[in-house]
């Protein structure tokens, strides 16, 4: 009914307008007008709500998100493939008798794929027996021959199913696609439960939603029992294809939720057909690898020769029945569309019972009865590929004459290649949009887990609604959002504690390993947040230059400023410096550049880009809070300063504060709230070794100078250093330098001199593993107490003496010895205990 509203007491109406669309079914409001039984509460406290307050609430939800870090990527997008995670304030309700029904659909169909995948890889009695035409099975890619005859522990193919639905207009529900490779959406449909509980707390608990954490506490114990009772305290990791899969986020957020590594195939390797995990101290024997990557990906030795993703050797790690990979490889095999044809069939063969829920109707074009349906039908059907789940899908109805008639022909010719689908008209659902609440097409993704003894759901699922009224295309790729699954009914959540023969096992300390690459990482993310902090520190100290007036107890010139920048490279040397207004304009650019340009390497937002980098792989691993500083950081120039002269250097100076304020938070967070670990340790020897090369390149700029030119930069080295407090308190007002070399090259309590950096990276280098065991001090901390010895023998009023030409050539010799050392010390660090070499990260030196 056109006009019809959620209640009678909108605050604002026609915002609060609501008209499902004609032809299908609407998931909270029946024909007549009025909420569906299990709709009315959540109708109501919207309609009370009103239309801004609900936009307040979404708002709060973003911010949740953008907090959070949750993010989507986006293949192809040219404005770059990351994009925040959608989510409607407005949930999905679902019935709890309705689910019920949906339970037992879902679980019956977790089964009947798990036993045909058990048979593919086993007897093929389906294929001999002609129940399954065998072009479907040995044609079909997902079919991997490599693993014929593998049948995992207890003959579980499938730890985790997810089943893609679709209501019709006559209100059944219908299945549209299977996932069972490696299904995707879990860790989003949680967070969406996070978000929307804090966005909607009050009807959240007065809906009495069923709780999700029961599944995947259950899940997760399901996991480390199926690698058998061999191994008293199995290791469970989870396998990602890293941090430019689509899903990446909910990789890392599964990880960091059950507390278990999140590794790349190049943190694997195989020994004598077991699996295990490189970490600083050596191998680590891996048990269980819920994998997130594609089946043939998993291993170039015996599946795709070209992936770079894989374990080489995991097939026959997996063949001796040394290790369980969740989903079993192979399992998308059963992910084949034209498969749907005949589940009824091989339900009632295998499983002796009739199929609970449909699949949306679909004809095999490799049976001539159904190739001749799908011809004399075209334009009410979709044309897909037979094989591939996510294939072009072709609407013969949407063509032209001559385009229509060519992709008739390919069906004829390769007839084994394509089924014909019936377009299901999807349901709608109401949805925030920036006009009002508006009907979305709905497609629900539920999950079902393998608990030991059968298959469960979880009670709830990733509901995701397409992007406009006007389409029925629901793909994330393409735009679509999400919403929470509710079903009520609290008090159902009670999930079974395994049997006794499931090799449940007590609770057990694990010991914590640190993988090389992940301490790679960590060494980068201290690196690359120093290289933010120096950098803005700089930029900040100069930028008065342009104003005339800075906190520094007097102005910074422009000629100071352009002697800094040209020391350290940033401005060609040796340039006239021309007239006042040539110089500001010079300097401005150059600064402005130094923050904002992302394609010069070293500038401001070029490291915070890289600390985005690094920092993502390492979520499962830094606190809730840790990260949100870090995302902070990442997003701290989502917006440009105004091009308004007049509003652009408070603009930029205010960014270029609140960073130094996050950065700082992060420092406050490492050094309170982190355990002593070697993730820890290799950050800071990360941080110490890039603030040591910043202070050694400021000095340099400094000692290039003549010395009235020098005296003047010295005041901008020591807020650039933050010491300028500390100076004055010792020194006074003189500026010397030998006076600040003594504060910032040989001060042990100062923590910001190159004393104090030289000796952090000789205690925390002792202290990792291997070094108090071996009799010869390993090359690592063999420089770095040389470095140490050499900085704490400097003598300041040496250095600081000039020769007869006005050249200070025992400070800037000393400077750059210390430079190559440092670089020296990072290289045997990354020789003796990281996965990537210097030479493999940008701006290594």
């Not at 072009?135 to 079919?143: D, K, S, T, W, Y």
């Not at 490189?278 to 997130?292: A, F």
């Given at each position: 009914?056109?006009?019809?509203?959620?209640?009678?007491?909108?605050?604002?109406?026609?915002?609060?307008?609501?008209?499902?669309?004609?032809?299908?079914?609407?998931?909270?409001?029946?024909?007549?007008?009025?909420?569906?039984?299990?709709?009315?509460?959540?109708?109501?406290?919207?309609?009370?709500?009103?239309?801004?307050?609900?936009?307040?609430?979404?708002?709060?939800?973003?911010?949740?998100?953008?907090?959070?870090?949750?993010?989507?990527?986006?293949?192809?997008?040219?404005?770059?493939?990351?994009?925040?995670?959608?989510?409607?304030?407005?949930?999905?309700?679902?019935?709890?008798?309705?689910?019920?029904?949906?339970?037992?659909?879902?679980?019956?169909?977790?089964?009947?794929?798990?036993?045909?995948?058990?048979?593919?890889?086993?007897?093929?009695?389906?294929?001999?027996?002609?129940?399954?035409?065998?072009?479907?099975?040995?044609?079909?890619?997902?079919?991997?021959?490599?693993?014929?005859?593998?049948?995992?522990?207890?003959?579980?193919?499938?730890?985790?199913?997810?089943?893609?639905?679709?209501?019709?207009?006559?209100?059944?529900?219908?299945?549209?696609?299977?996932?069972?490779?490696?299904?995707?959406?879990?860790?989003?449909?949680?967070?969406?439960?996070?978000?929307?509980?804090?966005?909607?707390?009050?009807?959240?608990?007065?809906?009495?939603?069923?709780?999700?954490?029961?599944?995947?506490?259950?899940?997760?114990?399901?996991?480390?029992?199926?690698?058998?009772?061999?191994?008293?305290?199995?290791?469970?990791?989870?396998?990602?294809?890293?941090?430019?899969?689509?899903?990446?986020?909910?990789?890392?957020?599964?990880?960091?939720?059950?507390?278990?590594?999140?590794?790349?195939?190049?943190?694997?390797?195989?020994?004598?057909?077991?699996?295990?995990?490189?970490?600083?101290?050596?191998?680590?024997?891996?048990?269980?690898?819920?994998?997130?990557?594609?089946?043939?990906?998993?291993?170039?030795?015996?599946?795709?020769?070209?992936?770079?993703?894989?374990?080489?050797?995991?097939?026959?790690?997996?063949?001796?029945?040394?290790?369980?990979?969740?989903n079993a490889l192979g399992s998308g095999a059963v992910e084949a569309p034209g498969l749907m044809a005949f589940l009824p069939g091989l339900c009632r063969?295998?499983?002796?019972?009739?199929?609970?829920?449909?699949?949306?109707?679909?004809?095999?074009?490799?049976?001539?009865?159904?190739?001749?349906?799908?011809?004399?039908?075209?334009?009410?059907?979709?044309?897909?590929?037979?094989?591939?789940?996510?294939?072009?899908?072709?609407?013969?109805?949407?063509?032209?004459?001559?385009?229509?008639?060519?992709?008739?022909?390919?069906?004829?010719?390769?007839?084994?290649?394509?089924?014909?689908?019936?377009?299901?008209?999807?349901?709608?659902?109401?949805?925030?949009?920036?006009?009002?609440?508006?009907?979305?097409?709905?497609?629900?993704?539920?999950?079902?887990?393998?608990?030991?003894?059968?298959?469960?759901?979880?009670?709830?699922?990733?509901?995701?609604?397409?992007?406009?009224?006007?389409?029925?295309?629901?793909?994330?790729?393409?735009?679509?959002?999400?919403?929470?699954?509710?079903?009520?009914?609290?008090?159902?959540?009670?999930?079974?504690?395994?049997?006794?023969?499931?090799?449940?096992?007590?609770?057990?300390?694990?010991?914590?390993?640190?993988?090389?690459?992940?301490?790679?990482?960590?060494?980068?993310?201290?690196?690359?947040?120093?290289?933010?902090?120096?950098?803005?520190?700089?930029?900040?100290?100069?930028?008065?230059?342009?104003?005339?007036?800075?906190?520094?107890?007097?102005?910074?010139?422009?000629?100071?400023?352009?002697?800094?920048?040209?020391?350290?490279?940033?401005?060609?040397?040796?340039?006239?410096?021309?007239?006042?207004?040539?110089?500001?304009?010079?300097?401005?650019?150059?600064?402005?550049?130094?923050?904002?340009?992302?394609?010069?390497?070293?500038?401001?937002?070029?490291?915070?880009?890289?600390?985005?980098?690094?920092?993502?792989?390492?979520?499962?691993?830094?606190?809730?809070?840790?990260?949100?500083?870090?995302?902070?950081?990442?997003?701290?120039?989502?917006?440009?300063?105004?091009?308004?002269?007049?509003?652009?250097?408070?603009?930029?100076?205010?960014?270029?504060?609140?960073?130094?304020?996050?950065?700082?938070?992060?420092?406050?967070?490492?050094?309170?709230?982190?355990?002593?670990?070697?993730?820890?340790?290799?950050?800071?020897?990360?941080?110490?070794?890039?603030?040591?090369?910043?202070?050694?390149?400021?000095?340099?700029?400094?000692?290039?100078?003549?010395?009235?030119?020098?005296?003047?930069?010295?005041?901008?080295?020591?807020?650039?250093?933050?010491?300028?407090?500390?100076?004055?308190?010792?020194?006074?007002?003189?500026?010397?330098?030998d006076f600040v070399l003594q504060l910032l090259l040989s001060e042990p309590a100062n923590p910001r001199s190159l004393s104090y950096q030289v000796a952090?990276?000789?205690?925390?280098?002792?202290?990792?593993?291997?070094?108090?065991?071996?009799?010869?001090?390993?090359?690592?901390?063999?420089?770095?107490?040389?470095?140490?010895?050499?900085?704490?023998?400097?003598?300041?009023?040496?250095?600081?003496?000039?020769?007869?030409?006005?050249?200070?050539?025992?400070?800037?010799?000393?400077?750059?010895?210390?430079?190559?050392?440092?670089?020296?010390?990072?290289?045997?660090?990354?020789?003796?205990?990281?996965?990537?070499?210097?030479?493999?990260?940008?701006?290594?030196?």
């Amino acid at each position: 009914m056109a006009g019809r509203r959620l209640t009678e007491s909108m605050q604002d109406r026609q915002r609060w307008s609501y008209t499902p669309v004609a032809g299908h079914w609407d998931e909270a409001f029946r024909p007549s007008g009025l909420p569906r039984k299990h709709w009315r509460a959540a109708a109501v406290a919207l309609g009370r709500m009103g239309f801004d307050d609900l936009t307040r609430v979404w708002l709060r939800g973003q911010k949740i998100i953008q907090s959070n870090g949750v993010t989507y990527n986006v293949y192809g997008d040219p404005q770059g493939k990351e994009r925040p995670w959608q989510l409607d304030p407005i949930p999905m309700v679902v019935d709890p008798d309705e689910w019920c029904a949906i339970e037992r659909a879902v679980a019956q169909r977790a089964r009947l794929l798990n036993e045909i995948l058990r048979d593919l890889y086993g007897r093929q009695r389906l294929t001999l027996d002609r129940r399954l035409p065998p072009a479907l099975v040995f044609n079909n890619p997902g079919f991997l021959r490599a693993c014929h005859g593998t049948v995992p522990r207890g003959g579980v193919f499938l730890h985790l199913y997810a089943a893609d639905l679709a209501r019709s207009p006559d209100g059944d529900w219908w299945v549209i696609g299977d996932s069972t490779q490696a299904p995707s959406g879990l860790g989003y449909a949680l967070e969406n439960r996070l978000v929307s509980a804090a966005m909607l707390p009050a009807l959240f608990n007065r809906c009495t939603v069923r709780q999700l954490a029961g599944f995947f506490d259950a899940f997760r114990r399901a996991l480390e029992n199926s690698a058998g009772d061999s191994t008293a305290n199995p290791r469970l990791v989870l396998l990602t294809p890293g941090p430019n899969n689509e899903t990446y986020f909910e990789h890392s957020f599964l990880a960091r939720h059950w507390g278990i590594p999140l590794l790349e195939g190049g943190d694997l390797t195989v020994r004598d057909n077991r699996v295990f995990l490189k970490t600083l101290s050596g191998l680590e024997r891996v048990d269980v690898i819920l994998r997130r990557t594609d089946d043939d990906y998993c291993d170039p030795l015996e599946l795709r020769g070209d992936s770079v993703l894989g374990v080489p050797g995991l097939v026959q790690a997996v063949r001796s029945g040394h290790v369980t990979v969740a989903n079993a490889l192979g399992s998308g095999a059963v992910e084949a569309p034209g498969l749907m044809a005949f589940l009824p069939g091989l339900c009632r063969h295998l499983l002796g019972e009739d199929l609970r829920m449909p699949s949306v109707a679909t004809w095999w074009c490799g049976d001539e009865g159904a190739l001749r349906h799908v011809i004399g039908n075209a334009d009410r059907l979709v044309i897909k590929p037979s094989m591939r789940r996510f294939g072009e899908l072709n609407l013969p109805a949407k063509l032209d004459q001559a385009a229509r008639a060519r992709l008739l022909e390919r069906v004829e010719a390769h007839a084994n290649e394509y089924v014909g689908q019936e377009q299901v008209a999807l349901s709608t659902v109401p949805a925030r949009t920036d006009r009002g609440v508006a009907p979305r097409h709905l497609v629900l993704r539920v999950f079902a887990a393998w608990d030991g003894q059968e298959y469960v759901l979880m009670p709830g699922g990733l509901s995701r609604v397409s992007a406009d009224a006007g389409s029925q295309v629901v793909n994330m790729q393409l735009g679509s959002g999400s919403k929470d699954t509710w079903v009520l009914g609290a008090g159902r959540d009670a999930f079974r504690p395994p049997r006794s023969d499931t090799f449940d096992r007590p609770p057990h300390e694990m010991h914590v390993v640190l993988p090389s690459r992940a301490a790679d990482n960590f060494f980068w993310l201290g690196r690359y947040a120093e290289r933010v902090e120096s950098g803005v520190r700089l930029v900040r100290a100069l930028l008065p230059s342009l104003s005339g007036e800075g906190d520094l107890g007097s102005a910074v010139s422009l000629e100071t400023a352009e002697d800094f920048l040209s020391g350290l490279g940033y401005l060609p040397g040796g340039s006239p410096r021309g007239g006042i207004s040539e110089q500001r304009w010079r300097l401005e650019h150059a600064l402005t550049d130094l923050i904002y340009d992302a394609s010069r390497v070293g500038s401001v937002i070029w490291n915070v880009s890289h600390v985005r980098r690094v920092s993502w792989p390492l979520k499962e691993r830094l606190s809730q809070d840790t990260w949100r500083v870090l995302n902070q950081v990442a997003n701290s120039f989502a917006t440009r300063p105004p091009l308004n002269p007049e509003l652009r250097l408070a603009a930029q100076m205010n960014q270029l504060d609140t960073l130094v304020l996050t950065l700082s938070a992060f420092t406050g967070l490492l050094s309170d709230n982190t355990n002593r670990s070697d993730s820890w340790r290799f950050l800071k020897i990360g941080k110490r070794i890039e603030r040591a090369l910043h202070l050694v390149d400021l000095f340099l700029a400094v000692a290039a100078q003549p010395e009235e030119r020098c005296e003047s930069m010295l005041p901008v080295l020591l807020q650039v250093a933050d010491s300028s407090i500390s100076y004055r308190s010792r020194f006074h007002t003189q500026m010397r330098l030998d006076f600040v070399l003594q504060l910032l090259l040989s001060e042990p309590a100062n923590p910001r001199s190159l004393s104090y950096q030289v000796a952090g990276l000789s205690r925390y280098v002792q202290a990792l593993p291997g070094y108090a065991t071996t009799e010869e001090v390993p090359p690592p901390l063999a420089m770095a107490k040389a470095m140490l010895e050499t900085v704490r023998s400097a003598r300041p009023d040496l250095l600081a003496a000039r020769d007869s030409e006005g050249r200070l050539p025992d400070l800037e010799a000393a400077l750059l010895r210390l430079r190559g050392s440092l670089y020296d010390f990072a290289e045997a660090l990354a020789s003796r205990h990281l996965t990537l070499t210097r030479a493999t990260r940008f701006g290594a030196n």
